[in-house]
T-cell receptor, first 115, second 115 residues
Framework: ETGVTQTPRHLVMGMTNKKSLKCEQH?????MYWYKQSAKKPLELMFV???????ENNSVPSRFSPECPNSSHLFLHLHTLQPEDSALYLC??????????????FGNGTRLTVT | RKEVEQDPGPFNVPEGATVAFNCTYS??????FFWYRQDCRKEPKLLMS???SGNEDGRFTAQLNRASQYISLLIRDSKLSDSATYLC????????????????FGQGTILTVHP
């Protein structure tokens, strides 16, 4: 299934590095999301973009910086991360219309390890 | 009380067994409900939406109990391939809130089906 694609699949970075995660959706959706999934914890919503506008930032540290250049692409720029930021980062998209949200479709995630 | 709560399990059942999971939610304004399954080290994938009248998809039956504020997932004739983590998702649409609503994931219930 290629509805939502994420790259890279795996990323190992040092605390002083700068890297970016990329997400692309081919479903024609108008909302995109970044989630963080750590071991034994529920999915944590980080950012939401609706019609390319950032509408939610769930108290995420500034070392995570999202970018949404158009409704199909979403980036997460990373810099000076901490080891506790190691997790699975999931991108998702959905269609919002008539005041309701469709189910989210997830990308296959980027497994990030900060050393 | 957590907004969305699931019994983390694990549930260990033999092939062919019937197993049921519940997911309770705290906000009575919640309006959309979904079940996802997540395989080890993979992204969550939509299993089924949950409709007010209950719905069935093959061996899977989803039900909503608004009075008691929970949704359930019943799996009949369990297969080895059903082994996964099952996540419930609850969406609330509040007046004055965002059009995409507030999405809350449960922490997941682990199911292991053994031969």
């Amino acid at each position: 299934e290629t509805g939502v694609t994420q790259t890279p699949r795996h990323l190992v970075m040092g605390m002083t590095n700068k890297k970016s995660l990329k997400c692309e959706q081919h479903l024609g959706h108008n909302a995109m999301y970044w989630y963080k999934q750590s071991a034994k914890k529920p999915l944590e919503l980080m950012f939401v973009y609706n019609f390319k506008e950032q509408t939610e930032n769930n108290s995420v540290p500034s070392r995570f910086s999202p970018e949404c250049p158009n409704s199909s692409h979403l980036f997460l720029h990373l810099h000076t991360l901490q080891p506790e930021d190691s997790a699975l980062y999931l991108c998702a998209s959905s269609q919002v219309s008539g005041g309701y949200n469709s189910p989210l479709h997830f990308g296959n995630g980027t497994r990030l390890t900060v050393t | 009380r957590k907004e969305v709560e699931q019994d983390p399990g694990p549930f260990n059942v033999p092939e062919g067994a019937t197993v049921a999971f519940n997911c309770t939610y705290s906000n009575s304004a919640s309006q959309s409900f979904f079940w996802y399954r997540q395989d080890c080290r993979k992204e969550p994938k939509l299993l089924m939406s949950v409709y007010s009248s209950g719905n069935e998809d093959g061996r899977f039956t989803a039900q909503l109990n608004r009075a008691s504020q929970y949704i359930s997932l019943l799996i009949r004739d369990s297969k080895l391939s059903d082994s996964a983590t099952y996540l419930c998702v609850v969406i609330q649409y509040d007046a004055g809130g965002t059009s995409y609503g507030k999405l809350t994931f449960g922490q997941g219930t682990i199911l292991t089906v053994h031969p």
